[in-house]
């Protein structure tokens, strides 16, 4: 979990740092989250605290279940979206400056604009 001082912390929000991510929901971090390439390089798997909870192997096939973890589900919410996002860009070759811009779209195209995205 990235260090700051209690009082800098958001109350909602996404920070990314790489492939990284947490997902702050009412001051409380959750993650990372991350991803990784399978090992034949044919498909993507996602990872929380590095568990497997997902993975995706074209544009028809994605599977992710954070039922296990117990997370509240704004947090699963979000955290389904930025992945689903980032590996989206990732399959269509969209530049990792440019993904920002389309995971903030989506978050905010589901009404999530409130969890705003900084990057390290």
Not at 46 to 55: A, D, H
Not at 80 to 95: E, K, L, N, Y
Not at 97 to 120: C, P
Request: glycine letters at 4%.
């Amino acid at each position: 979990m990235p260090c700051e001082p209690e009082d800098k912390h958001p109350d909602f929000g996404v920070l990314m740092d790489e492939t990284r991510f947490w997902v702050v929901h009412r001051r409380e971090f959750y993650g990372p989250f991350d991803y990784q390439w399978s090992i034949d390089l044919r498909g993507i798997e996602f990872l929380y605290q590095q568990n497997k909870y997902g993975e995706c192997c074209s544009d028809e096939e994605f599977f992710a279940d954070l039922k296990h973890f117990q997370l509240p589900r704004r947090v699963s919410q979000v955290a389904t979206i930025v992945t689903g996002t980032v590996v989206s860009c990732i399959f269509r070759c969209i530049a990792s400056n440019d993904r920002v811009q389309q995971i903030t779209h989506n978050l905010k195209s589901m009404g999530l604009e409130r969890y705003t995205l900084n990057v390290k």
